[in-house]
């Protein structure tokens, strides 16, 4: 490998388990980017193997581990930013739900915001309450509608974090709507065939009294020929 130049972002990296050049994991500790005011200082652990990616000059991949760095750091601001605005409209349609005057649409309209994608941000913001997990944040509008709407209660809290950490919780929600399905018609099956069995029980018994009622009727026939006899 190159030896870093003098002063260069790379000559302040300390490489971290360095157990051989292509498993190779480097921390930038501090990172300046004075073009950029919201990213003044963050910390990164770059787990790239940029070698392994073709990059061999020092200069190209001090430039990557920087935007890996603001990547990283961009992302969690996005998440920050998805949490507040979503609480924000929670809060307000309290306020609104509070005065009991029925204007929350119209605040949110004023502030260019469609009902359809407040009410997602209210279930989010909801959601993310009730279970304290941050890919929630993530999810998309239509998942977070299925976790949270009338079908909720369709979901306990093992499936809901099986599908919060699934790579793709859409796949997962039909999955698990599949199994259901199946373990629902399985159920019907079983039912069926035990209905079944007690209809051909019941219409055995029937039989069985149907036989004695008949039995018990020629004997009483038969006292009453014997009585007038």
Request: aromatic share 6%.
């Amino acid at each position: 490998m190159a030896k870093a130049k003098k002063g260069s972002l790379l000559g302040r990296i300390n490489p971290v388990s360095l157990g051989s050049t292509a498993d190779a994991s480097f921390m930038i500790e501090k990172v300046e980017e004075k073009n950029n005011d919201d990213f003044n200082l963050s910390y990164v652990n770059s787990t790239i193997d940029y070698l392994d990616l073709g990059i061999e000059d020092d200069n190209d991949k001090e430039k990557l581990i920087i935007l890996e760095s603001q990547i990283r750091f961009h992302e969690r601001k996005t998440l920050q930013h998805i949490l507040e605005y979503s609480k924000a409209i929670y809060e307000g349609n309290k306020i609104f739900a509070n005065n009991r005057n029925g204007n929350f649409g119209k605040w949110v309209s004023h502030l260019g915001i469609s009902r359809e994608t407040a009410n997602t941000a209210i279930r989010r913001y909801t959601l993310y309450k009730d279970k304290k997990n941050e890919k929630i944040l993530e999810l998309p509008g239509r998942i977070v509608k299925e976790l949270t709407g009338k079908n909720k209660e369709h979901y306990n809290d093992v499936e809901v974090i099986e599908i919060l950490n699934s790579e793709k919780p859409m796949l997962a929600i039909i999955d698990l709507k599949t199994k259901k399905k199946e373990e629902k018609l399985k159920n019907i099956e079983e039912k069926k065939e035990y209905l079944y069995q007690l209809i051909i029980n019941k219409e055995g018994s029937i039989k069985r009294i149907q036989e004695e009622v008949k039995q018990l009727k020629k004997e009483y026939e038969a006292l009453i020929v014997k009585d007038h006899q």
